[in-house]
């Protein structure tokens, strides 16, 4: 089953332009992840954020977490038109069978030229 | 290096015959994983290997389904009498350790599964 959601589903927007996302979750976690995937492709890893971290940066990636909210956000900066994929941020929870990834249901990005 | 290597990359089939898919996890990895991507249900945790140790198969919908990791790298999954139902992309990812090491999972392309 599906850990939470992730809003909005879709996002259009100009090169250029930032990106966010937000993932909402329900289980305590040991991390979160954001993970990319192009059309007819696999998963490609982000950025992994631990449960007693805040926030993260990797190049043009920030990425947020508030564990007293459940929810984390994915600020992609300076959008270009290759950034167009879907997001998924996907949680390790804490305790038992830590190892499972339980995925939120995306963002489809589409960053225009 | 190369990554974790899924093959066939499409499969169509009838309904009522039997699929076998494989994955090639990356070198050295511990830990494999297969997850299955539908319309409906999004992302699914199937089945996890973690090297000698039994495997977690809770994610596994159906007695039809089931897996096998031989010799601790290379994977199959393995759907009896498909249905339907079963078309999905399914995902195989590997990683060096499970996840209580905080370990990013490295996915190959899947396996776009069809049946008639």
């Known amino acids: 089953s599906q850990q939470g959601e992730e809003d909005p589903q879709a996002l259009s927007i100009q090169e250029g332009e930032n990106a966010t996302m937000n993932c909402s979750y329900k289980?305590?976690?040991?991390?979160l992840q954001w993970y990319r995937q192009n059309s007819g492709r696999g998963l490609v890893h982000l950025i992994l954020?631990?449960?007693?971290?805040r926030e993260k940066h990797s190049g043009r990636l920030r990425v947020t977490l508030d564990t007293s909210k459940k929810s984390s956000s994915l600020l992609i900066t300076a959008s270009r038109a290759a950034d167009t994929a879907s997001y998924f941020c996907?949680?390790?929870?804490?305790?038992?069978?830590?190892?499972?990834?339980?995925f939120g249901k995306g963002t489809l990005l589409t960053v225009n030229p | 290096g190369a990554g974790v290597s899924q093959s066939p990359s499409n499969k169509v089939t009838e309904k009522g015959k039997d699929v076998e898919l494989r994955c090639d996890p990356i070198?050295?990895?511990?830990?494999l994983y297969w997850y299955r991507q539908s319309l409906g249900q999004g992302l699914e945790f199937l089945i996890y290997?973690?090297?000698?140790?039994?495997?977690?198969k809770s994610g596994l919908p159906s007695d039809r389904f089931s897996a096998e990791r031989t010799g601790g790298s290379v994977s199959t999954l393995t759907i009896q009498r498909t249905q339907q139902e079963d078309s999905a992309v399914y995902l195989c990812?590997?990683?060096?350790?499970?996840?209580?090491?905080?370990?990013?999972?490295?996915f190959g392309d899947g396996t776009r599964l069809s049946i008639l």
């Open positions: 990812a590997s990683s060096l350790h499970s996840g209580v090491n905080n370990q990013p999972q490295h």
């Open positions: 289980t305590s976690i040991n991390n």
């Open positions: 954020i631990r449960s007693n971290e």
């Open positions: 996907a949680t390790q929870r804490s305790g038992g069978s830590n190892y499972k990834l339980t």
């Open positions: 070198s050295g990895h511990t830990a």
């Open positions: 290997f973690q090297g000698n140790s039994a495997p977690d």
